[in-house]
């Protein structure tokens, strides 16, 4: 009984002292999740912005919006979740030390608009070379090119008296906008890559000993360093390709008379397909499926698969298109010209459930509509003021505008959806916020100018009704209700 007991003891989790570097919406709410559910683990996040760090000690007023996480923060801050700015502390007390630094695309240089901008990832880990005096395991949390811990390894051996104490895994995130706290909680899967020595399944096994306090076992899945890193870019090319498949054939329906929301249905039924990612839309954003498409491109083209890395490329290309045709229908649709018409934009977030705007749709859309001289009036439940402006001062990513727009004059960033609507021509649908399907539209459509359009840029909105009322209805993959006689 005696030898049983002490067995169990034995192979009971270990008490971790777990670090993050880097409290944005991977590091944040990751740690909370762990917070939560290892109590005998203490976490801390470390961060370099104080602002940042103070907002993540208030659960009522978070750097970030996702459902559930402020009662996450709730029930562990203080306890056993933790937040500073003192980076190095936190690195030395650490067992285990997720790097969760952004890795954004480049803007300028060798690979710029492709190549991820690992500079906040090699300053962590040359602060970790330097500060850590015992033995850490190195989690590589943020979206990484494959082959980076590579990188990783030969900054620590450059410190001969610390380099044995570092094992270096990819732990990558899979997690969803919106869904955040939930994904966290029920993942489909955690992948853990580590190195296949002695030493690496060591470091795998630990990492999956936390995870396994929540998490099935048969759901943590282990491979090498090069499967795990590889595994994290080609998910997110997978999820983006099936989007901009079905934004193809919406434009294919369009032409056709087919309506793009039957077929997604009809093909979504095949157990092979699946119905996930098959609604149309006015595009992708966020701030994982183009930079990891990009960084698969570039991967491509340096290992010399032109092939593969054109083909990767038109996913890319479609979203483009997509958002540009988006426009160039709302301006036919109004008699081709928009200049001077206030149009009414609901949603600036890159999907509903978010306050996050990284490569949102709806910028592009901006943009293009202030190249055609319309006047906007943007409402979003939960993306900042302060945030929105600085979007619209830098402009799309991956088409930045040929000349300064003035923007304060053009623009007004209001709370109130009514007033976004009142005395407008247009309402563009641009973010699914639940709360559209919802207003009054008889009332919406009393107080803006006549004909009085609705472009429905996310096909969430009850079109035959909207017609009904009076309204023009456009929509994506489908032909247009409209009360204008087609042929003279």
């Known amino acids: 009984n005696s030898s049983a007991k002490n067995q169990k003891m034995s192979s009971a989790p270990r008490a971790e002292k777990i670090c993050c570097l880097g409290a944005g919406y991977v590091g944040g709410p990751t740690m909370c999740v762990i917070a939560k559910n290892c109590p005998d683990c203490k976490v801390t996040v470390a961060d370099l912005f104080a602002d940042k760090i103070a907002q ?10 996702e459902p559930g996480l402020s009662d996450l923060v709730r029930a562990t801050l203080g306890k056993n979740l933790f937040f500073t700015t003192d980076l190095e502390s936190a690195i030395r007390e650490a067992d285990i030390i997720f790097v969760a630094v952004g890795t954004p695309t480049k803007t300028v240089g060798i690979g710029s608009g492709h190549a991820a901008n690992l500079c906040f990832l090699e300053s962590a880990a040359r602060l970790i070379a330097r500060v850590a005096t015992t033995p850490k395991i190195i989690v590589e949390k943020s979206t990484v090119p494959v082959r980076n811990a590579e990188t990783l390894m030969r900054i620590f051996t450059t410190n001969p008296d610390s380099a044995r104490l570092f094992q270096v895994v990819n732990n990558p995130e899979f997690l969803a906008e919106g869904t955040a706290v939930n994904d966290l909680l029920h993942p489909d899967r955690v992948l853990i890559g580590g190195q296949t020595t002695p030493a ?5 096994r630990r990492l999956a000993d936390v995870y396994a306090h929540w998490v099935p076992r048969e759901r943590i899945i282990t491979t090498n360093l090069w499967s795990s890193e590889c595994s994290k870019l080609v998910a997110n090319a997978f999820l983006a390709q099936r989007i901009s498949s079905i934004n193809s054939i919406s434009e294919l329906c369009e032409a056709t008379g087919a309506d793009v929301d039957e077929v997604a249905r009809a093909i979504g ?4 397909i699946g119905a996930k990612f098959l609604k ?6 966020g701030s994982c499926f183009q930079k990891d498409i990009l960084n698969l491109v570039y991967l491509s083209q340096s290992l010399g698969l032109t092939e593969v890395a054109d083909y990767w490329e038109q996913v890319i290309t479609i979203n483009q298109h997509q958002k540009a045709r988006f426009t160039e229908r709302i301006v036919h649709s109004m008699f081709h010209t928009i200049t ?3 149009i009414a ?6 999907k509903k459930d978010t306050g996050d705007t990284r490569e949102t749709p709806a910028l592009d859309v901006v943009y293009k509509m202030l190249d055609e001289g319309a006047n906007l009036a943007i409402y979003d439940p939960k993306v900042p003021d302060e945030l929105m402006w600085e979007d619209l001062r830098h402009g799309p990513s991956l088409s930045p505008p040929a000349r300064p727009m003035p923007l304060e004059e ?3 960033h209001v709370t109130d959806v009514y007033q976004a609507v009142e005395g407008a021509h247009a309402i563009v649908v641009c973010t699914e916020w639940d709360e559209f399907k919802t207003l009054d539209y008889e009332r919406i459509f009393g107080s803006m100018v006549k004909p009085a359009f609705i472009f429905d840029g996310r096909n969430i909105l009850d079109h035959q009704r ?10 994506l993959g489908r032909r247009p209700l409209t009360h204008f006689p087609q042929t003279l």
């Open 56 to 65: 993540w000690q208030d659960p009522d007023h978070l750097p970030i919006f």
């Open 345 to 350: 934009v609901l949603g600036f977030a890159f």
């Open 410 to 412: 053009r623009i007004s």
């Open 280 to 285: 149309s839309s006015v595009g992708f954003g």
């Open 466 to 475: 909207l017609f009904q009322i009076g309204f023009e209805v456009h929509s």
């Open 269 to 272: 039924m095949d157990s092979r």
């Open 340 to 342: 001077g018409k206030k």
């Open 200 to 204: 690496g399944h060591e470091a795998v």
